[in-house]
Structures are given as structure tokens and as C-alpha cells.
């Protein structure tokens, strides 16, 4: 069940309308919507939650179990009309690989897994600027009331107006930000890294530090700072109660839409110039680098690897490598790699055949995960992870969380990390994981502890 609504609404103005209930969600596109940004969904009043932590149970099996039990066809063109919304944090890697170690220090304790079930969801066209309420048709009658309540609370606004906190530029004090690696440590982790490349452990790992800071500004207010300061493909803002998810990811980790299958993984940045001469020079220097696109290229055949587990043989292509894109902080180094899911296979056979997706974990995957859980003193939970929906259809589209905040209560976290290999400068991935925390800390008007000893120091 489909319908259009007249509306001028952007997709974050109608999101405003139901900020304020939990389990209201925007998956938020908003660059690009002629390639990768086409469509953002909003929604609330899920029908039932599944969340687990540690469970004895393996959450993905009971992910399953829903869409099967709940399995209607999309007939529309629309990707996503009904289902499952949510995240997978990196933890869940667990209920996967059930050897892999678990040392690293859990002090967020953010469920592993967290999806609401959704059958009524608001849909943006933002390429089209259409905009429309659908319904997967489980109940037509009771998702009917659910559409006609939906639209009249739009239409109300239009006539209305959005609340004006949609508008507000409040004057925040600065968040005093602070991470869980000292400089020196964060050096001779990455030397450690660097030792088990050389040892012949990994070709490659992801080191990730974490930021954390009390916040004075509630969740909407700092994503909705978030996406003015740095449009992304594939943003996202989870209100979900005990913890609220904001997130300005860049990168696709996975979508199945039929048995079409697509991943996008990153690798290689340079932050934006100051001029456009300043500009140009780093994204020359981004395109000619042969340490970034042999970074890209392990990456590209790990994916190539774990699609492949789960494809029809002789489908899983890379239509693109070493393609340059622009956000407004930095430049990335991005690839596609696509394949056709096997009939026997579904969409949670396809997520555990990837995730976590091979761009923040490193090559070859299980050995650079359990470093990783050596080296890095907290868990990574959300981020790393990956947040989207899954459809009653069977489809499926998550990103990788990263540029990703975890709030609880007046508290935020947020990791920033890069990929280690062999001749990697140990200064240089240090200072390229602010300019990739540049927009956070931006939303944030923050200032990071490493600022003042750098000062110190002349780094």
C-alpha cells in the first residue's frame, strides 16, 4: 500500500515532526541522490523490538526468523516499503566468529543488536522529489489507519509550520573531548601493528582511537548540526531510547535489492584544501598515491572473497576502482564490487558472509579482528557496525558506521581510526584521524585534549 502526499517538506523537516518519540528513525540521504542518495525513510511506532546483548541465542537467527515470518513481495519501485530498521554493532561479530577474543573493555554497553519492526514508513524521493507513505500490506486495514495518521500529521505541519527548533542556532559551549589512547600510546600501538605486518600476520589492520565528552545539546540538536556542517549518502539519526545513534557515513557496507548484490568500500583520504588550488593538490596526490590504492585493492579482494561465499559463481565484478569522491572534509579513494546472491542463500546469509565489512577491519579478516581486540582498550560497538534496514521483501541496505556518534544521556562517543600497512607513517595516521573527526568535532564545537599537548609539543 502506497501513497503520494503532497509535500515541501525535506525529508529532516518531516523526521522533525516525530523526533520526540522513541524508535522514531531517519535514514538520512542527503548527497548524491542521482547515484547513491536517492531516498531517505522515516519512521516510527515500530511493531516489536529485537535487541539482545551477550545472548545465548544468535540474534541474527532471530533477525531471520521475523523476515521470514513477516515475508510480503515489493511490487513498487521503492527499495524499501516495511521491515526492519536498526543497527548491528561491530560486537555482533561474535555471534558470527565464535572464537574470535573478547578482552576489550565494554564500559558504553550498547545492545549488540538493535532493530525495530516497522509497517508503515515514509518515503523521500529526493531525486524525483516525490514523497510517499507505504506499508508492506501484513495488516492492510490497521497499516491503513497507520498511513492516514501519518499523512494528516505532514499535512498538518505543512499547513502549520516546522518547529522552529528545526531553525535554531543555539550558542553551545565547546565539549571538552577526550580519548582513550594517549599520543605515545597511540604511536607504539600502530608500531605494534606495523611489527605483525612485517611478522607476516596481516597485510593490513584498522587502528581506531575513541573520543567521548559530556554534551549540553540533546541528540536532534547535534544531528541536526551534524548534517548541515557534512552531507553524506548515507546519514542516519536512531532515537531509540536508552542510546540514540548519529551517524554521517560516507560509505555503503552492503544492499541487496532482488539478488542483486553491491558493497562500496573506502580506502585512502586527504582532507579538503583551503583553496582550490590547495584542493586540486590533494586530490592529485590522493588519485596518484600507489600506498592508498594498494590499501583499496587488498580491501577490494577481501570483499570480493565474501561475497563470493554467498554469490552465484563467475557474478561478483568491480565495476569501479579507485574512484575519487569529494565530502566536505576530506576526499576518499572508493570501489564497487558487486555479485548475484545464490538461491539458496538470503539477506542473513549475506550479512554473515561479510560483516563486519573489510574496509574497518583489515586483511586477512579474523586475524586483523583479533588484533584489533588486542590492541584497541575499548569495544568499538556501534561503530564499525553497520545501520540501515532489512526489508520484508528480503532486501537490505546498511552502511558502515563510521563518522557515527553514540549518545547516552549527556555523554558522546565516537571513533576515528584508518587503515595500517607496512610503510604506513606512524605521525601521519595519527593526525589523518582528526581530519576525519573534523565534522564531529565540528557539530560538536568541540576541542580535543590532543589539540593542547600538540601545542605543547610543535606537532
Known amino acids: 500500500m502506497i ?12 523526521f522533525t515532526i516525530f523526533r520526540d518519540e522513541d524508535h522514531s528513525f531517519i535514514l538520512d540521504s542527503y548527497l548524491n541522490p542521482e547515484r547513491l ?16 546483548k551477550d545472548s545465548d541465542e544468535d540474534l541474527f537467527e532471530v533477525l531471520r526468523q521475523k523476515i521470514k515470518e513477516y515475508n510480503v513481495e515489493n511490487d513498487s519501485d521503492l527499495p524499501f516499503v516495511g521491515g526492519a530498521v536498526g543497527y548491528i554493532s561491530y560486537d555482533a561479530c561474535h555471534y558470527i566468529e565464535k572464537k574470535l577474543p573478547r578482552t576489550a573493555i565494554d564500559d558504553i554497553n550498547v545492545p549488540d543488536l538493535y532493530f525495530g519492526l516497522y509497517d508503515a ?13 507505504a506499508s508492506p500490506g501484513l495488516n492492510p486495514s490497521k497499516e491503513e489507519e497507520k498511513i492516514d495518521r501519518l499523512c494528516e500529521r505532514i499535512e498538518r505541519a505543512e499547513r502549520e509550520g516546522i518547529d522552529p527548533i528545526y531553525y535554531e542556532e543555539k550558542d553551545f559551549p565547546p565539549v571538552e573531548l577526550k580519548s582513550n589512547f594517549k599520543k605515545e600510546e597511540y604511536y607504539s600501538t600502530l608500531q605494534k601493528i606495523k611489527d605483525y605486518i612485517e611478522a607476516g600476520d596481516i597485510y593490513q589492520a584498522n587502528l581506531t582511537q575513541r573520543f567521548e565528552g559530556n554534551v549540553p545539546m540533546s541528540s536532534y540538536e547535534l544531528y541536526r548540526d551534524l548534517r548541515r556542517v557534512s552531507p553524506a549518502p548515507f546519514g542516519a539519526f536512531l532515537n531509540f531510547g536508552e542510546v540514540d545513534i548519529l551517524s554521517n557515513s560516507p560509505e555503503r557496507f552492503i544492499q541487496l535489492r532482488g539478488d542483486q548484490i553491491e558493497t562500496r568500500p573506502i580506502k585512502g583520504t586527504r582532507p579538503r584544501g583551503r583553496t582550490p588550488e590547495e584542493d586540486r593538490m590533494y586530490r592529485e596526490e590522493l588519485v596518484r598515491s600507489e600506498k592508498d590504492k594498494a590499501e583499496l585493492l587488498m ?4 570483499e570480493r572473497n565474501d561475497i563470493g561465499r554467498v554469490s552465484e559463481t563467475g557474478t561478483v565484478r568491480v565495476p569501479e ?13 572508493v570501489a564497487t564490487v558487486v555479485g548475484r546472491l545464490r538461491e539458496d542463500k538470503d539477506v542473513i546469509d549475506l550479512i554473515k558472509a561479510t560483516f563486519p565489512g573489510g574496509s574497518i577491519t583489515g586483511a586477512p579478516k579474523i586475524r586483523a579482528m583479533e ?15 553497520s545501520i540501515g534496514y532489512l526489508g520484508f521483501d528480503g532486501s537490505l541496505d546498511l552502511n558502515i558506521a563510521i563518522r557515527t556518534m553514540v549518545k547516552k544521556g549527556d555523554k558522546v562517543y565516537f ?5 595500517i600497512v607496512w610503510d604506513s607513517d606512524v605521525k601521519e595516521e595519527y593526525e589523518e584521524t582528526f ?21 605543547k609539543s610543535n606537532l
Open 3 to 14: 501513497r503520494e502526499i503532497k509535500t515541501s517538506l525535506d525529508p529532516f523537516q518531516i
Open 37 to 52: 542518495g536517492r531516498y531517505s525513510f522515516i519512521g516510527t511506532e515500530p511493531f516489536e523490538i529485537i535487541k539482545g
Open 121 to 133: 514508513v515514509i518515503i523521500v524521493d529526493n531525486l524525483e522529489q516525490k514523497t510517499y507513505v
Open 299 to 302: 580491501i577490494v579482494d577481501l
Open 321 to 333: 576502482l579507485f574512484k575519487l569522491e569529494e565530502y566536505s572534509n576530506v576526499h576518499h579513494l
Open 371 to 385: 588484533i584489533i581486540d588486542e590492541v584497541e582498550p575499548t569495544q568499538r560497538n556501534v561503530y564499525t557496525g
Open 415 to 419: 571513533q576515528v581510526g584508518g587503515g
Open 435 to 455: 581530519k576525519k573527526a573534523a565534522s564531529i568535532k565540528k557539530a560538536l564545537r568541540g576541542h580535543y585534549e590532543y589539540e593542547k599537548e600538540n601545542r
